[in-house]
């Protein structure tokens, strides 16, 4: 429901339409470990909901912190083995890997679309992008550089090793199912650890897909998949002691949570948490380019995007003119389910929890007097779909302009100079990713080097590679993805130093 005189979204529905999945191209609903899928400890199950139509497409086990266990076990006993492997060797089956990957990349973007409710092309992306992961990683590990060997002490020659850590828990989050996993499943494998990963209890179809598609490939134990909810499944991965990192991709309060868990044992840790990307947009900018930016960057995936352009700063003296076009370009996004076609870009919120979080931001900014634009609500079901949102009139220190909403939502803020446009962007939690609008070279390195933010783009938003690192500061973790920082943040160096002294 959106405000008087304001579009009101349609969701575009499947007419007719054969179904996305069906029982066949469902992945076994059980635990992958050492190498098989297995049944878990308990009879316990957890509904997987379409969030189109909210119906069960499947039941997975809850995992326990037996089940665990089992997996830490089959983890360890697979690591020596799979270390030992030159980085030749693990090239190869991770090369191998993105063939498995390609192969059935229509079969994973279905998959993906029907648990999660993405349109088409972002799964059909997300599946892209994780192949180009795998064969990234399979060419860095067999160029890995360091410290050249040398005598650095009077007689004594230094060798830099780089070796793996051991095992790896792994905790991925559900708007991203398989290109997180796979964020971290291709750098921790090409680096010589093996895994113990547990998917969201949300979104598991695609992880338990991967495991599946790929069994017959890699030494049993090397990747294991536990289905379960943080609280124990999560919780037990990152107090283990014989795990040697943790990584998760997920809320910032899940990221607490693992790093306490993961204090007694003093085990590494590695997080990629939330982000809020103000947008900061100058009075020589190129007004048009930025709104036809944001169409994509602020609702990729319905905004449940820890990188999504969501919150725009924009300098007062153009601030109609960019509302305006960029109230166009959302009045002109197609909401619906991923079957209704190619034109469809936004999808629905991933659940019922989700969808009430999202519209109770919206609820509560409109109680506080925040405008909107266009959108401002949730869609007529089933499903959980939001309607695309500008939020404008927002002042400094909002909620909606601090809290990340995840959903399809964007806010604008203005601002005067140079000066509170840098100190208002910097003004939240989170340090994420950025982006500065301006024809200014001057300006746009001025102010990218004063933003407090991993990621930085100029006259762009949302542009990944797998060349180049992924990853936050403050309140948005630590640790980097992608790149061959993954590959460091995955080993450990060892110097060793030979007196050679005659």
Known sequence: MTSSGLTTAMVRRAVEAPPLITEVDLPPARHFIDGN????????????????????????????????????????????????????????????????????????????????????????????????????????????????????????????????????????????????????IAPILAAGNTLVLKPSEQTPLTTLKLAEIVADLLPAGVLNV??????????????????????????????????RAAADSLKRVHLELGGKAPVVIFPDADLAAAASSLRVAGFWNSGQECG??????????????????LVGEVRALVVGEPQAGEEVEVGPMVSKAHFDRVTGYLERAKKEGVRVAIGGGAVDGPGYFVAPTVLVDVPEGAEVARQEIFGPVITVETFTDEEEAVRRANDVPFGLSASVWTENARR??????????????????LVLASEVPWGGFKGSGYGRDLSIYALDDYSRTKHVMHNHER
Request: hydrophobic share 45%.
């Open 37 to 184: 899928f297995v049944e878990g400890s308990t009879d316990r199950v957890i509904d997987v909901v379409d969030p189109c139509s909210e119906a069960v497409i499947a039941r997975i086990p809850e995992g326990t912190a037996e089940d665990i266990d089992r997996a830490v076990a089959a983890a360890l006993a697979a690591q020596a083995g799979w270390a030992r492997l030159v980085p030749k060797e693990r090239s190869e089956l991770l090369h191998a890997i993105a063939d498995r990957l390609a192969q059935n990349t229509e079969l994973l973007a279905r998959l993906e679309s029907a648990n999660t409710g993405k349109p088409l092309a972002v799964s059909t992306d997300d599946v892209g992008q994780a192949i180009d992961t795998f064969r990234f990683m399979a060419g860095a590990v067999r160029a890995t550089t360091s410290l050249a060997a040398g005598d650095y002490a009077e007689n004594h020659l230094s060798v830099i090793l780089r070796e793996p850590l051991g095992v790896i828990g792994v905790v991925t989050p559900w708007n991203y199912p398989l290109l997180m996993a796979v964020w971290k």
């Open 444 to 461: 746009s390195h001025g102010v990218a080097a004063r933003l407090d933010f991993g990621t930085v783009w100029v006259n762009s938003h």
């Open 308 to 325: 999504a352009a969501c919150r725009v700063l924009v300098h007062e003296s153009v601030a109609g003119q960019f509302i305006e076009q």
């Open 226 to 259: 536990v289905n379960g909810y943080g609280p124990t499944v999560g919780a037990r991965l990152a107090e283990h002691p014989d795990i040697n990192m943790i990584a998760l991709t997920g809320s910032v309060g899940s990221g607490r949570a693992v790093a």
